[in-house]
């Protein structure tokens, strides 16, 4: 058989078996090889069947992917400050994990760790609350109660004092203030509300199934509020029936994990601004990312030792937070790559400008809203 006769027979075999085993893609349409296990395309398997394991399966890999990059990446994080954000931007990006993708797997973590204390905490609250609103009230009774004293069992207390003044060493500005008690009108003391309102107007309207806009007039609300005026009343009159402060507690612990995709870009822009001429802002998101996902490990690790290990002192806690300032300080050296001093300084108005300025303007933004959607 000559080269002429072999080529030709082999290209009509070629085409025959590609028209016979000719296949598309289920996901883009792309026309796939017989001997294709997954598509050029879009990679997805070639004639994959749906079951309840490859379901599972399929939404842990793309929510919670996490493979041997992780482990390659875990220990750096730790314990290289600036190692990974620096192989990153330098280039090497499928050798370690991706910075937003270890920020969501360890954030996950860290929140479900967090979930445990969360619980007790705001069940706490709501005991102690609920406590101190029964003490108040018994002191409240107890004193409203009691007999109160008239003017001449008033003077009969201060009598003899005024016959003593000079046994006793009391000068005449010491005696003049004595004297003066018996001059204040006794009477009822009025305890009666630990609220701004009259409970007791409020407890009728709300017993005989008032309209809330009824009850949010008497509370002292004005005829032309507006939305944000109607919806504080509307959360403090939620609060006053329910007299249950750990729902507004949990609200706020639900409003961090959103804080935080704000704070960590705000926490980028900051650095940018130190460090104008040292690459984009994406450069220094990267950094946040992997700076913000060392801040939960460490924190994870802490809360996991304290939940089934060992309740570790709170000075020993506090000297874990404060290590986060020297790893930042040694990751902004190591990925900025100035010198010891000027990182130190650098890294001390980073934090200072976050934690003074930045971050008690979020807490307050978050106690706010955790108010006013609780």
Same mark, same amino acid.
């Given at each position: 058989?000559? %080269?002429?006769?072999? #080529?030709?027979?082999?290209?009509?075999?070629?085409?025959? @078996?590609?028209?016979?085993?000719?296949?598309?893609?289920?996901?883009?349409?792309?026309?796939?090889?017989?001997?294709?296990?997954?598509?050029?395309?879009?990679?997805?398997?070639?004639?994959?069947?749906?079951? +309840?394991?490859?379901?599972?399966?399929?939404?842990?890999?793309?929510?919670? #992917?996490?493979?041997?990059?992780?482990?390659?990446? *875990?220990?750096?994080?730790?314990?290289?400050?600036?190692?990974?954000?620096?192989? *990153?931007?330098?280039?090497?990006?499928?050798?370690?994990?991706?910075?937003?993708?270890?920020?969501?797997?360890? #954030?996950?973590?860290?929140?479900?760790?967090?979930?445990?204390?969360?619980? !007790?905490?705001?069940?706490?609250?709501?005991?102690?609350?609920?406590?101190?609103?029964?003490?108040?009230?018994?002191?409240?009774?107890?004193?409203?109660?009691?007999?109160?004293? !008239?003017? /001449?069992?008033?003077?009969?207390?201060?009598?003899?004092?005024?016959?003593?003044?000079?046994?006793?060493? &009391? /000068?005449?500005?010491?005696?003049?203030? %004595?004297?003066?008690?018996?001059?204040?009108?006794?009477?009822?003391?009025?305890?009666?509300?630990?609220?701004?309102?009259?409970?007791?107007?409020?407890?009728?309207?709300?017993?005989?199934?008032?309209? !809330?806009?009824? %009850?949010?007039?008497?509370?002292?609300?004005?005829?032309?509020?507006?939305?944000? /005026?109607?919806?504080?009343?509307?959360?403090?009159?939620?609060?006053?029936?329910?007299?249950?402060?750990?729902?507004?507690?949990?609200?706020?612990?639900?409003? &961090?994990?959103?804080?935080?995709?704000?704070?960590?870009?705000?926490?980028?822009? %900051?650095?940018?601004? $130190?460090?104008?001429?040292?690459?984009?802002?994406?450069?220094?998101?990267?950094?946040? =990312?992997?700076?913000?996902?060392?801040? $939960?490990?460490?924190?994870?690790?802490?809360? @996991?030792?304290? +939940?089934?290990?060992?309740?570790?002192?709170?000075?020993?806690?506090?000297?874990?937070?404060? #290590?986060?300032?020297?790893?930042?300080?040694?990751?902004?050296?190591?990925?900025?790559?100035?010198?010891? =001093?000027?990182?130190?300084?650098?890294?001390?108005?980073? /934090?200072?400008?976050?934690?003074?300025?930045? +971050?008690?303007?979020?807490?307050?933004?978050?106690?706010?809203?955790?108010?006013?959607?609780?």
């Amino acid at each position: 058989m000559n %080269i002429d006769e072999y #080529s030709i027979k082999y290209y009509f075999y070629e085409n025959e @078996l590609t028209i016979m085993s000719h296949t598309t893609c289920k996901n883009c349409g792309t026309e796939l090889k017989s001997y294709f296990k997954h598509c050029p395309e879009c990679g997805q398997k070639v004639d994959e069947d749906l079951t +309840l394991g490859l379901l599972f399966n399929n939404t842990i890999s793309n929510y919670f #992917s996490v493979d041997a990059r992780f482990f390659r990446s *875990f220990v750096p994080l730790l314990f290289k400050p600036g190692f990974l954000a620096k192989q *990153f931007v330098s280039g090497k990006r499928l050798t370690y994990l991706h910075p937003a993708q270890m920020y969501l797997f360890v #954030s996950v973590v860290f929140f479900f760790l967090f979930s445990f204390v969360e619980r !007790d905490t705001t069940q706490s609250f709501d005991k102690a609350l609920q406590k101190n609103l029964n003490d108040f009230k018994a002191v409240s009774k107890t004193i409203q109660d009691a007999k109160p004293l !008239d003017s /001449s069992e008033v003077e009969n207390i201060v009598k003899p004092f005024k016959e003593n003044q000079k046994a006793l060493g &009391i /000068s005449d500005e010491k005696m003049r203030q %004595i004297d003066s008690l018996s001059q204040i009108p006794q009477g009822k003391a009025d305890l009666d509300t630990d609220f701004t309102f009259n409970q007791k107007t409020i407890d009728s309207l709300i017993a005989a199934g008032a309209r !809330d806009e009824v %009850i949010y007039n008497e509370m002292g609300m004005a005829p032309d509020a507006g939305w944000f /005026s109607k919806k504080f009343y509307s959360q403090m009159l939620k609060f006053y029936k329910t007299r249950s402060g750990g729902s507004i507690l949990q609200a706020f612990y639900d409003s &961090i994990p959103i804080a935080l995709f704000v704070l960590l870009p705000i926490f980028a822009l %900051i650095l940018k601004l $130190f460090y104008l001429k040292r690459g984009r802002y994406a450069h220094h998101l990267v950094f946040g =990312f992997y700076f913000f996902s060392f801040l $939960f490990a460490l924190f994870g690790v802490d809360l @996991l030792v304290n +939940l089934f290990v060992y309740d570790i002192p709170n000075s020993l806690d506090w000297l874990i937070a404060l #290590s986060s300032f020297f790893y930042l300080w040694l990751a902004i050296r190591n990925f900025y790559r100035q010198g010891w =001093f000027v990182s130190f300084f650098k890294s001390g108005m980073v /934090s200072f400008v976050f934690l003074l300025l930045v +971050l008690p303007f979020a807490l307050v933004v978050m106690a706010l809203t955790a108010f006013l959607m609780y």
